[in-house]
DNA sequence: CGGGCGTATTTGAACGATCAAATTGTGGAA
DNA sequence: TTCCACAATTTGATCGTTCAAATACGCCCG
């Protein structure tokens, strides 16, 4: 095959014209049956493939969104993001939808990148992954109607009132509360929490989870460290001396590491330590880990993206609608 | 802004006409300088961006690569992948070249979704990741003159020698060789291998390096597990009762996991156990692992992609230079 | 048998860039 | 002064597709 059939040459062959052939491809049901055979029959004998870029300039969509890949941080929770990113390609390639990569080390950075590839009339949308209150991604992308999605509520306010910004998140405090229900049950009622310092959305997210499965009345043991599992292994040591403990449920699983390092060396190898994120690394200690369905929340971004529709158009949703939250799943180990 | 402009707006309001502008972004050399000057200033004025969709009907060149993304490819764990990834973006988009992705879960299908892509002129070339000997992808790449490289060598006879498969691939002998002296130097003579059943060129490979950095009289005790934390465990922990082992050097994280529980549980908690791959499982329990540096592959990929050049072309490589392995590095710990 | 209507198909133009060839301008040698 | 070589710039054509409007074709009704 020396250079690829056209659309004018299948045209010629099926004995038809340009736009009938565009009209099989794209509109098949104003097309006559008989004709519609002809032409696709032509398409198969000349391996006919429509040109992306062509038809991109002429219709001024791109079907494609870019998706911002976060630098490596070393952390363990990069192999979330990794499993969003695969889920989100292959419901993306179910939709007739294409995934762009692009990189970038700093928010500024980010913004100059997109506005790249919008004006470039590469994408037509955009997925945004750890947004912040404040962020200044996407109040850019407001401002210049770019269509976007994000993974991770914005930690505003409002979170839920503002249909302007389309977020799935997943529900990290129903993810805590099935964790500490289940460590009352299978351990004992004085179940500790293992976070990070207040402050970060998430964490205090994970924290409310805790407490709203715990009993109301009853002593609760709050422990925090940074996302280091060195770090929360010192604190749960320290913890273990003082206080009576019958399970800890943890916000990350790098957490849960350090517990379950400081639970074995001090002597208390049986206490049920619960993650978050289910990673290879709970997994191969056999932990309990929260699972977040990062495909769960790939659906729910493009179906926030584009709805029933076949394209992606900017967008007005009702308040109700904008926003998605993926209800987590306990892995029991 | 309403519509971005078009390289049509930018000549008008510079006084020139659309042919000079394209100079000006595509061979700056060639335009006087006045006139440049001018040409950039309206540029930035008018905030133009060339329509990537245009330029790329025209020069039928899609500046673009396909990455499938496989969470579980043969050989590359779900980090590596990952970080390799996230490096080949990067150095592609200081390259001015794009990153697109996508999913399959066959070998056949992925040949019809590169098909697709080639076709449709999204994109000029391919990586392709975990190539196994009589690999029908890269087959099929090779008929239809599809540039590609491929993260991982082909493992067929002559896998050197051909200057029409471009890899880039990690040294995993080197790594092991690494791991095995090390491990001699800081615990003792008697290193045993834990590695996969044979047959896997990887593998055989990292077993390979052992064997290597063994002295050459001495017992060699080598052991073998599925990629199973489980099955790991238990070989090691009956290994363990058997021989005098002083360390185990072993061909991924996940074996040393289970290496490294059943030496916990066996009363050698001291025992040096070395991993392959440093995922962060081998990293939160503080294990030795050997590094397979993602980003120098990903700098290598682009470099026999591209060489010197600006674009991508189908290249025909000096046999020797067709080929590029990466000295891993290991993570003391 | 002419007119009107609805369906099926074709035609010309446009999307925004680059290529190839033509044109203009400039200085120096004959 | 004339002519040529060379650099700088412009013009017309083209890439492959879809949009919008025009045309062809039946068919029914009065």
Redesign the interface.
Known sequence: ?NR?ATIEDVARAAGVSRQTVSNVLNTPAIVRESTRDRVQDAIRRL?Y??????R??RTRR?S?IG?H????A???S??V???F??AL??HA?DRGL??????ARTPEEEIR?M???R????IDAVVVTGTFSGDPRTAWLRE?AVPFVSFGRPWGEDDFSRPDHLWVDVDGAAGTAQATWHAQQSAGARVAFLGWPAGSGTGDDRERGWLAGMPDDGPRVRLTAPES?ARAREEVAAALAVHDIDAIVCASD?LA??AH?AA?TGGRPDLTIIGFDN???A???GLPSVEQLPEDVAAGVLELLMGDSAVITPRVVEAGAAHVLVEPRLIVR
């Open positions: 095959m690829s391996g493939a429509p040109h992306a870029s062509a991109r300039l791109s494609t998706v890949l976060d630098p490596y070393g952390g363990i990069g192999v993001l990794d499993r990113v695969h390609t292959e390639g294409r995934v762009m990569l692009y990189a990148r506005a790249d590839l004006d470039g009339g590469d210049n599992v790098s590491v350090g390092l074995v990673t290879p690394a997994e191969a200690l």
